[in-house]
């Protein structure tokens, strides 16, 4: 089993500053089975990036999605109010086939 | 415009079992696709539960895999889960989702289930 591990736990920043977060994978994935979503307080999460870089529909191009092999990162070039939640990054596997998710980044207000 | 709805009791005694069905509108669940459980027990993280294919093949979380039943209800459009044996463990926010292309997108709104007697 593929195991995510997401750094740091909590980032508190200020509106307009960059948000850099971390996606670790316990072995190498392919960059199609990589996903980030976004979820605030009493909501479902939404999808965000896939396919590791790939911004889903209407999501601000102040998101982005990096990496390959083992590490990725989910870059917001200038936060925003609404930007302040928790993010996780999810990733599938096919052998056996199964998903699982990172335990999460708290994005909050400095 | 694709959207899921989750509904069933909010209350579960312990032992029991805990059945949701999440209603899909917008598309057929026989067309196309996956479908997908996901929870995530209260301040906590989320948990990939079982997935459906429209064929009916699934597939379930090894964690699970012993309690765990998701199926198809064509004639609604619905997909079902199952959960027996529920402890306090499984107190949790339910989502249905469905899988598109190794992602989930988009999720029901979830319901939370709680496991007490």
């Known amino acids: 089993e593929i195991v995510l591990t997401q750094s740091p736990g909590t980032l508190s920043l200020s509106p307009g500053e960059r948000a850099t977060l971390s996606c670790r994978a316990s072995q190498t994935i392919s960059s199609i089975y990589l996903a980030w979503y976004q979820q605030k307080p009493g909501q479902a999460p939404r999808l965000v990036i896939y396919g590791a870089s790939s911004r889903a529909t209407g999501i601000p191009d102040r998101f982005s999605g990096s990496g390959s092999g083992t590490d990725f990162t989910l870059t917001i070039s200038r936060l925003e109010p609404e930007d302040f939640a928790v993010y996780y990054c999810q990733q599938y596997g096919d052998s056996p086939r199964q998903f699982t998710f990172g335990p999460g980044t708290k994005v909050d207000i400095k | 415009q694709v959207q899921l709805q989750e509904s069933g009791p909010r209350l579960v005694e312990p032992s029991g079992t805990l059945s949701l069905t999440c209603a899909v509108s917008?598309?057929?669940?026989?067309?196309?696709?996956?479908w997908s459980w996901v929870r995530q027990p209260p301040g906590k993280g989320l948990e990939w539960i079982a997935e459906i294919h429209h064929s009916g093949y699934t597939n379930y979380n090894p964690s699970l895999n012993s309690r765990v039943t998701i199926s198809l209800d064509k004639s609604n459009n619905q997909v079902s889960l199952k959960l027996s044996f529920v402890t306090a463990a499984d107190t949790a926010v339910y989502y249905c989702a469905r899988e598109f292309y190794w992602r989930f997108d988009p999720w029901g709104q979830g319901t939370l289930v709680t496991v007490s007697s």
């Open positions: 917008g598309a057929s669940i026989i067309s196309s696709n996956w």
